[in-house]
């Protein structure tokens, strides 16, 4: 299904929002600069820690909060459209909500929220717009006569179905499907999942898939950026990334999943992240990973990594590729002890060095916390 | 099941029934389960499937109040949990048998600083000065890795991030050095990154401190990790028990089996996940005959009678009336 036509694209978008910290105003970068490209048919999978921004770009690429950069949807810039002409374009791209209980009104039928971005958007008689809720129901998979019962009458994933049926009304482009699936139980979970490959292949959507769940990420996507601290880290086809992750950061997430197996679970070596994701007030100098990285080398403290382009597709941007123990591309678990050490030999205090040990111990023994986390919180 | 006699909690015929318009409801029953000491019991099922229930049954939480009953022993300790007086229980919870929820936001009280918080947890439990109460709360805020404990002690709730009120909790749950922790879905909320620092750190207490664990979750890869036993419920029973490695190895209910074949893989991508049709009965509608057959792909005529949770070897147990004989039926 996927074709080279660019349905949604972002170059150098930034979000900042005022807050204030201790008293004094200040500013909150929860997007930093940041660029993706959506094919036609294709699902673009986004993942990062809470407060990495992953939300901000979302509503900012529908225009729903204000940004600076370059918004395009279907080629057409539609950064700078003034509200009225931006209304006929925003309906091509459209979005589902983790919370299935508030997502929907409680006091409107299932077809009276579904015909609501009809009566805006479109000049359709009642009858037509029956006739189109009735059609949306039935490719969601839900019965055409639910259109006349309330939201409190159904389960979690009925109703993301019926939040589903409400997105695909006005037969967007694009859906934007932020935690969507988040709530639910696994199985509620997968029958969603397996809805929304449905209408990939059927009529031709494309999904920006924001999700921490990153088992279900490398399910529904074809191409996934890493978010950390309002910038992508990493981005790349969805095998590469999972097989040969090049950033830290995406190394320590995968690492961070337990997998279903008792046996497999237990072998694994644990790379352990030091503290919290940093306060976006004041983001860290250079690499703004490097307080929390296994690996971090002097430079990352001083100078923020450039964009390297790695085999098998993508990018990622970290000092590892291009200085100190040269990955010039390579995963980051072809890393070798003594390539560690050598660097760690050389300008790095104590608690990273012990926590650059810990990275590189032999399996199976588990890894505690590594010294003492030490961001603020 | 465990033998009895080892055990630090040995839970039998649990039954839980609420009132629900005049009509008594059991809302599980015939929960039966035992804890050795140092061990960590698994407790996983789809959402209503009465995890929580049972474990507020057994603090005291649920089953007190009018409108609702409880019945069944759970001996802890020489004692039996459900016969304790409103004065016993108080002085059991949080000193004896700890608890930690999933939402740290609830549990903690946002107006008062966590130092405090924890501190007078502990003058509840113990005979200590307010200044003995304060340096075993930074001892436990240590203890659980919260950076500068001393530090943070004089902060309030809002100001961790939720990760570290998690690990707040945590410390306010050993500082009474519990024998056992009853952990309701304590990841849940949290990013896989934080669940891995936390779930390090129960597995460390559980060594460290021989914290007998009950572990509430909805993630196999959760159980994977952290458990020694595990039980499975559907629709307030249990409808297999048993050791981790086995389990996973073979499940022997259909409903574990298709729990499992559920949870999407990191490692590899499928054509399209499996789900489980339809959803699970509330408790007005719970049958005697097997509770899952509307959506048990190996159901038969005989799977109305009713059903008992059977030893099936030692430490095994399965309440499917079919044995193991529906896994010859192929999985499709
Ligand atoms: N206080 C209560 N009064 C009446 N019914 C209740 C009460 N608490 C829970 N229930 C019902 O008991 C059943 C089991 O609920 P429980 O909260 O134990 O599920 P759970 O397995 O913990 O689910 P989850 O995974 O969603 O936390 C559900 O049908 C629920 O609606
Ligand atoms: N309306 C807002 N005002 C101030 N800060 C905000 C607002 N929305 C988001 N943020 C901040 O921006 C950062 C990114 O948040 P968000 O996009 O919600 O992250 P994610 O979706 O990845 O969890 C966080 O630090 C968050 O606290
Ligand atoms: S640039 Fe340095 S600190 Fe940042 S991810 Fe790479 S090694 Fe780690
Ligand atoms: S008793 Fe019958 S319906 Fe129930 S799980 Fe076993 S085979 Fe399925
Ligand atoms: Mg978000
Ligand atoms: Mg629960």
Not at chain 2, 276 to 300: E, N, Q
Request: hydrophobic share 40%; glycine share 8%.
């Amino acid at each position: 299904m996927s074709t080279d036509k660019i349905v949604l694209q972002a170059e150098d978008l930034k979000v900042s929002f005022p807050v204030r910290r201790a008293g004094h105003s200040t500013t909150v970068q929860a997007v930093r600069g940041v660029d993706i490209r959506l094919r036609a048919g294709e699902t673009l999978g986004l993942v990062g820690e809470s407060g990495s921004g992953k939300s901000t770009l979302a509503r900012a690429l529908m225009r729903l909060i204000p940004s600076e950069g370059t918004v395009k949807f279907d080629g057409l810039d539609v950064s700078h459209l003034k509200s009225g002409a931006f209304r006929k374009e925003r309906k091509r791209i459209q979005m589902v909500f983790q919370d299935p209980y508030s997502s929907l009104n409680p006091s409107l039928t299932v077809g009276a929220s579904i015909a609501e971005p009809l009566k805006v958007h479109t000049k359709l008689s009642s009858a037509e717009r029956a006739q189109r809720i009735s059609e949306v129901l039935t490719l969601v998979g839900l019965n055409a006569d639910y259109a006349d019962r309330y939201p409190d009458e159904f389960s979690g994933g009925q109703r993301q179905r019926i939040a589903i049926a409400r997105a695909i009304v006005l037969n967007p482009e694009v859906l934007v499907c932020d935690e969507a699936v988040s709530a639910l139980d696994v199985s509620t979970q997968n029958q969603v999942i397996n809805l929304l490959e449905e209408l990939r292949d059927k009529i031709g959507l494309s999904y920006l898939f924001i999700s921490h769940d990153l088992a279900v990420v490398r399910h529904i996507s074809d191409y996934v950026a890493v978010m950390y601290l309002g910038e992508i880290v990493e981005e790349g086809p969805v095998d590469r990334i999972f097989e040969a992750a090049a950033h830290p950061y995406t190394q320590v997430l995968l690492n961070a999943v337990p997998v279903p197996d008792p046996v497999a679970q237990r072998a694994t070596t644990k790379l352990l992240l030091r503290g919290d994701i940093p306060d976006p007030t004041n983001p860290p100098s250079g690499c703004a990973f490097h307080q929390r990285c296994p690996f971090a080398m002097a430079i990352c403290a001083q100078t923020a990594p450039p964009k390297v382009e790695i085999p098998g597709g993508g990018a990622a941007k970290c000092h590892l590729h291009t200085s100190g123990p040269v990955l010039a591309g390579r995963p980051i678990n072809s890393l070798t002890e003594a390539e560690i050490t050598a660097e760690t030999a050389t300008g790095k205090d104590g608690s990273a060095g012990e926590s650059l040990a810990a990275a590189s111990m032999p399996a199976p023994s588990r890894v505690t916390v590594p010294g003492r986390p030490e961001s603020s919180l | 099941m465990t033998d009895a006699k080892d055990a630090l909690l040995s839970v039998e015929n649990l039954r839980l029934e609420i009132d629900f318009n005049g009509a008594w409801t059991p809302v599980v029953d015939n929960v039966s389960f035992s804890v050795r000491p140092g061990e960590t019991l698994g407790l996983v099922g789809e959402s209503g499937s009465g995890k929580s229930v049972s474990a507020m049954s057994l603090m005291g939480f649920l089953g007190r109040q009018r409108g609702q009953r409880v019945s069944g022993t759970a001996m802890f300790q020489g004692r039996d949990l459900l016969r304790l007086t409103d004065r016993q229980l108080e002085s059991m919870r949080g000193n004896d048998i700890a608890m930690v929820f999933q939402e740290p936001m609830t549990s903690l009280d946002p107006a008062f600083k966590v130092g405090h918080q924890i501190a007078a947890g502990i003058r509840v439990h113990q005979d200590v000065t307010a200044a003995q109460a304060k340096e075993l709360a930074i001892e436990a805020m240590d203890k659980v890795r919260i950076p500068n404990a001393r530090v943070r002690a004089e902060s309030y709730p809002h100001e961790f991030s939720g990760g570290m009120r998690q690990r707040v909790l945590i410390a306010m749950a050993i500082a009474n050095n519990p024998s056992m922790l009853i952990a309701d879905e304590p990841t849940t909320a949290l990013d896989v990154s934080v669940q891995a620092q936390i779930l390090a750190l129960l597995t460390e207490m559980k060594e460290d401190l021989g914290l007998a664990m009950i572990f509430i979750t909805h993630n196999m890869g959760v159980v994977a990790d952290v458990c020694d036993r595990l039980a499975v419920m559907y629709a307030g029973q249990i409808v297999e028990e048993g050791d981790v490695f086995e389990t996973f190895a073979a499940p022997q209910h259909p409903y574990t089996n298709r729990l499992l074949a559920a949870m999407p893989s990191i490692t590899s991508r499928r054509g399209s996940l499996e789900w489980i049709p339809g959803s699970p009965p509330r408790p007005t509608d719970f049958v005697t005959g097997c509770r899952f057959a509307p959506r048990c792909r190996h159901r038969l005529e005989s799977c109305e009678l009713p059903t008992t949770l059977l030893e099936i070897s030692p430490g095994r147990s399965n309440r499917c009336l079919r044995g193991n004989t529906w896994m010859q039926e192929n999985e499709s």
